[in-house]
């Protein structure tokens, strides 16, 4: 009974657009779900096969849009993400990408949107940046509420992400222990507007917060007991972030991670992308020997009226046209252009990069016939030069000269003063990167 209800609170991975066995019988016997990635595209005959395995099959993936996408890994989002929404300052535009999003995803068998995130952005956040709807927690708060809306409304769970606020730290979780920095209270107003709006999920950060311990959000009772349960009232699904990420797997470890996680209160656990069928194995043997099982029983109950209020299946997709005109007209609204942006036709593009943020991975996409410059190598002479965060990368403000045009599809703290002109996108999405293109007359 007990490794049963551990199986229900864990949501693993794998590679691949065939269910292998551990997988197939891992629902069989329970599994509470799987998380989805780009490597498991194309999407719905994967979904159907785990749908025939277990009929109320929870099915998550990261969609966002914008920089983050699975669905459309290869080519870029149709849709512009968070901080060109947040630009844009519609709340009635923010709710209809969600919905289109949804959309997408429910016709493909989804029904669990790991999105929006709902942290409020700090300059030198190297993870979240234009994840976020931007730094000002009010305006946050109601594009959170929005993509909430818009997402419940299309038959898909939305998630808040990630509790209780992963935008003022300097620092990645994927790489190692993050702290936040100044008044936790500063970044909870977008999870209460969350919680208004009938959020039916909401992702833990695997953060330290000083003013609650040294141990990371996930696994702190005082923060997802305290803070999300009581304080905020919270009676949804709380999800843990992967459980492979470095502030846990090499603080705590996997396993122990996952049981001072459901002990904190946590009910469901990501297994994420670099983890597999011993790992799982582990997983449901320390969690069934370690948690009591009322505990365990409670957080099974919240995923499996989670699976009964999205049951989700493949849906008919909506018109692709209507779709993908919601995404180009918003990057298009969100574009801010200053100065002479127009180059003759063959200018040559530069394009910047630095390492490449986890949650979004390396991007196929780019500006016509860009060459790619990375620290370190000699920035050459180009008529448009795109860069990401340059108030983050010094060596990318070379960009800065004269008779240049400087694109900047990161967050836009830093100005250039010496060139001709500058356009700001607000994210590196397809269509973002379409709109800059027009702009330039590319």
Known sequence: MTEELARAVLFPSFPGTEPPDWVRRFLASGGGGITLFAYNLPLPGLTAALRSEKGDVLLAIDEEGGDVTRLEAETGSSYPGNAALGAIDDVGLTEAVAESIAADLAGAGVNWNLAPVADVNVPGNPVIGVRSFGSDPQLVARHTAAFVRGTQRAGVAACAKHFPGHGATT???????ATVSGDVQDGLEPFRAAIGAGVQTIMTAHVRVPAFGDEPATLNRAIVSG????????DGVVFADALEMKAVSAT????????????AGVDALCVGHDLGAEAVEAIIAAVAAAVPEERLAEAAGRVRALAAAVPGGQVPPRNRNALSTTGKDAAARALESFGDVHVKPGASVVELTAVANIAAGDHAHALDGARYIREGETVPDADVYVVRDAHRHPWMRAADRPDAVVVEVGVPEWRPERARG????HGRSRVSLDAAREALGL
């Open 171 to 177: 620092q990645d979780s994927h790489l190692e222990l």
């Open 227 to 234: 803070l999300l349960r009581e304080e905020l009232g919270f």
């Open 252 to 263: 705590v470890g996997v396993e122990q991670g996952a049981v001072q996680a459901l002990r």
């Open 422 to 425: 500058y356009l700001v996108t």
